[in-house]
């Protein structure tokens, strides 16, 4: 495999100034730890928001997003360097394909991009527009456990995308999604086979515009 051509993470300007402060922190908190990499995993169902996520962490477009073409048949990494830290960021296709789990992509990422990486983060993606959970849902999570293990899910966040929302049922904004959320993480718990009493993943809704806000 070709070297990964690694640039300056000159995104990070497109971010408040809190945020550059905060992030700047946090890398050098890292460093001082002797951590001089991150690795993120973004995965999920197609279009679903994987690709705006990346474009949104990175601050510039690192990869097509479009309405009306399917998703890249392939996984692609993006990596960015700031201030001696290197943050590489894993986009995926649709885990889906069919209506059946699509293992070969997952085989990809493993064999392809995760050889000498360690997961250090994997966001998961949905809609939170979505009203339901089904058993392809669990499907995914099964699935990319027994990929990665059930430990994966412990470094977890869920990314609820499409967050511009006017609930249904006459529900708060607050109610709604703290169902929506509970109903994933319900399937996070089958799917992985968690037990109940531990504690995994958090939940951030996100809402695309030209800036990306994040709650």
């Not at 510039?60 to 997003?65: D, F, I, N, Y």
């Not at 998961?124 to 392809?136: K, T």
């Amino acid at each position: 495999m070709t070297a990964q051509l690694i640039r300056e993470w000159t995104g990070i300007q497109q971010f408040p100034v809190a945020t550059q402060t905060k992030l700047l922190d946090l890398l050098g908190k890292l460093k001082e730890k002797n951590v001089g990499a991150l690795t993120i995993l973004v995965m999920g169902k197609g279009g679903v928001g994987k690709s705006s996520t990346v474009n949104s962490l990175i601050g510039e477009r690192v990869v097509s997003v479009s309405p009306f073409q399917s998703e890249g048949p392939q996984p692609v990494m993006v990596s960015r360097s700031r201030a001696g830290f290197t943050l590489n960021i894993i986009d995926t296709p649709g885990l889906v394909e069919g209506g059946y789990v699509n293992d070969q992509a997952l085989k990809i990422i493993k064999s392809r991009f995760l050889l000498k990486k360690t997961i250090d983060v994997l966001l998961y993606v949905d809609r939170l527009d979505a009203y339901r959970v089904d058993s392809l849902d669990r499907q995914v999570i099964k699935a990319i456990t027994d990929s990665f293990g059930r430990g994966i899910w412990r470094r977890a966040v869920v990314v609820l995308t499409h967050a511009q929302l006017s609930p249904p049922d006459a529900l708060s904004y607050e109610e709604f999604f703290t169902r929506r959320s509970e109903a994933l993480l319900k399937v996070v718990r089958l799917g992985a086979r968690i037990k109940k009493q531990d504690s995994i993943v958090c939940f951030i809704s996100v809402i695309y515009s030209p800036v990306c806000h994040w709650y």
